[in-house]
């Protein structure tokens, strides 16, 4: 007798209706497939797991629900996309389910994932934006306000860059005047672009 959660009866039953039979079906599936799996909560989705880690995990959401692999890279394949959080896309009917026998076999090569060991690739961090570079305008405000530039050269790369999009961002000149006259008076008074709603 598979080892049901709970949680995830209550999870299946508060779904939208179209959303409760693609779960129930993926979860009896996964149960075929893997009799020792073990079922759990993690950020709030019913997640299986199987020899010490995550195996699969499946949700529902307004218009789609979704089911997918822990190792997706390692099961279906670098190449494959994932789509609304899933390995076969956003599922809106038991019809958009790969057939059994697919979605049997990627649960046996995960289960095999997880005997083995293997880790799940790491997602390739982006490279850190450069540090933001004032325009010349701004440049020579600070020049002649030593308050607002011990501020502006205080402040991290991301209030810089704040500062700067929003100066840059003007579309007329006068605007632009406006924001730049602005910016230097609350940084002479060592305040962030976003000041007002730090302390909400």
């Not at 997918?68 to 019809?95: C, I, N, T």
């Not at 607002?148 to 991301?158: C, L, N, R």
Request: aromatic residues 8%.
């Amino acid at each position: 007798m598979p080892k049901h959660d709970p949680r995830i009866d209550a999870y299946i039953e508060r779904a939208a209706p179209f959303a409760q039979p693609i779960l129930a079906r993926v979860r009896e599936w996964v149960h075929e497939a893997c009799p020792q799996v073990e079922e759990t909560i993690k950020w709030g989705m019913p997640t299986f797991e199987y020899a010490g880690g995550i195996l699969c995990g499946m949700a529902a959401f307004k218009q789609h629900a979704s089911f997918g692999f822990w190792k997706h890279a390692l099961v279906l394949g670098e190449g494959e996309p994932r789509d609304g959080m899933g390995s076969y896309g956003k599922m809106a009917s038991l019809q958009d389910l790969p057939p059994k026998k697919t979605l049997v076999a990627h649960i046996r090569k995960a289960m095999k994932l997880n005997e083995d060991g293997v880790k799940a690739p790491t997602t390739r961090k982006t490279a850190p934006k450069p540090p933001p570079e004032a325009p010349a305008d701004l440049a020579a405000a600070l020049k002649k306000n030593k308050a607002a530039k011990a501020s502006f050269d205080a402040f991290p790369p991301g209030a810089k860059r704040e500062y700067i999009e929003w100066i840059v961002e003007a579309k007329r000149e006068d605007t632009r005047a406006k924001r730049l006259a602005q910016a230097v008076e609350w940084m002479a008074e060592g305040k962030r672009r976003n000041w007002k709603y730090e302390n909400c």
